[in-house]
């Protein structure tokens, strides 16, 4: 594969993030749940379209897509992979929605600028993760035994996870904070939307939004080592593994702002996103040996996910029964 595809959907990107932030976002506001559900649909279709493009591109080697060794030689396989990536990705990013929502609330941003911040995290989010997927990618190639280091990595992940409590965040413990603490002055207040300021003796100084961002970029980085080491058991091809992932985190704003309010209301998603992690886990683990099929490793997980939101659902609807009658 040539360097033009990967130009061409960096391209892609760019521009929809642009046309995000810089039209349809470009005043300060709050998102309600109405827009956010809408955007996320959007970004959902985006993707599948994008998907539809994966299946051609690879069945008929649109841009030299398809022709390298490494890549998936066919187009509905490939198809197959992206969306199951995709579905992993999305899943486990739930988990970084809950954390986000807590950054917030612990530095108390107002509504209105936290779509800002997520834009410009996620756009870092994107450099950092396409470094971390290049890297995986070589150590697979290069060491074929990382596959069983990976998956026995997202198998003790799965296990902390299970019997980890819902721990609070403490941000003032981020080594990222501690550093940028010693190196800028920090201004007392926020100022609107800015991440840097100037105090009144002169001195340029960062500001809490700052801080802020900081933090959503280093938890993403450590959800993104879970994360992206899952995708590897569906698949090494490293434009599949690439653009799902981007196409996952690229609707977790809206998605954040869908969901950020009830999240806490799926008590069993946690169960089911310990079950994904450990079972794509196995499947890395068995991938050399007795490979499973990605269509139905994508049924497990769905079916994980459905289970996961439906026993939270009805466990609400058991609770609600004895308040109602009081």
Same mark, same amino acid.
């Given at each position: ?35 956010a559900l809408l955007w996320t649909g959007f970004w959902v279709i985006i993707a599948l379209i994008f998907n539809v493009f994966i299946y051609y591109a690879y069945s008929r080697n ?19 992979? =992206? ?126 939004? =700052? ?45 954040? =702002? ?69």
């Amino acid at each position: 594969m040539t360097i033009l595809p990967w130009f061409l959907f960096i391209l892609l990107i760019l521009s929809l993030l642009f046309l995000d932030l810089g039209v349809f976002h470009k005043e300060d506001k709050v998102i309600s749940a109405k827009e956010a559900l809408l955007w996320t649909g959007f970004w959902v279709i985006i993707a599948l379209i994008f998907n539809v493009f994966i299946y051609y591109a690879y069945s008929r080697n649109w841009l030299g897509i398809g022709l390298n060794e490494s890549a998936l030689k066919s187009g509905k396989d490939a198809a197959l992979k =992206f969306f199951t990536g995709y579905i992993i990705e999305k899943s486990l990013s739930l988990d970084n929605i809950f954390v986000i929502a807590m950054i917030f609330s612990y530095f108390k941003v107002e509504g209105k600028y936290q779509h800002r911040v997520l834009f410009w995290g996620i756009l870092g989010a994107l450099i950092l993760r396409g470094a971390m997927i290049l890297a995986g990618t070589a150590l697979i190639q290069t060491f074929s035994w990382m596959i069983y280091v990976f998956g026995g990595f997202l198998i003790l992940t799965a296990g902390k996870m299970l019997f980890s409590g819902d721990e609070e965040i403490d941000p003032e413990k981020n080594i990222l904070i501690k550093v940028a603490r010693k190196i800028f002055p920090v201004s007392p207040n926020f100022e609107g939307e800015k991440f840097f300021t100037v105090l009144a003796d002169g001195r340029k100084a960062i500001t809490p939004m =700052f801080l802020v961002l900081l933090i959503v970029e280093s938890t993403d980085v450590l959800f993104a080592v879970d994360s992206i080491p899952a995708i590897f058991a569906v698949t090494t091809d490293p434009f599949i593994v690439f653009t799902s992932n981007v196409f996952a985190i690229l609707g977790l704003r809206s998605l954040y =702002f869908a969901l950020a309010a009830m999240i806490g209301m799926f008590h069993y998603l946690k169960i089911s996103l310990v079950f994904v992690l450990a079972y794509v886990g196995v499947k890395m683990i068995l991938s050399h040996h007795y490979p499973i099929p990605t269509s139905l490793s994508l049924g497990i997980i769905a079916a994980a996910l459905i289970a996961g939101v439906a026993a939270s659902l009805l466990f609400k609807q058991k609770d609600a029964v004895p308040d109602a009658e009081n």
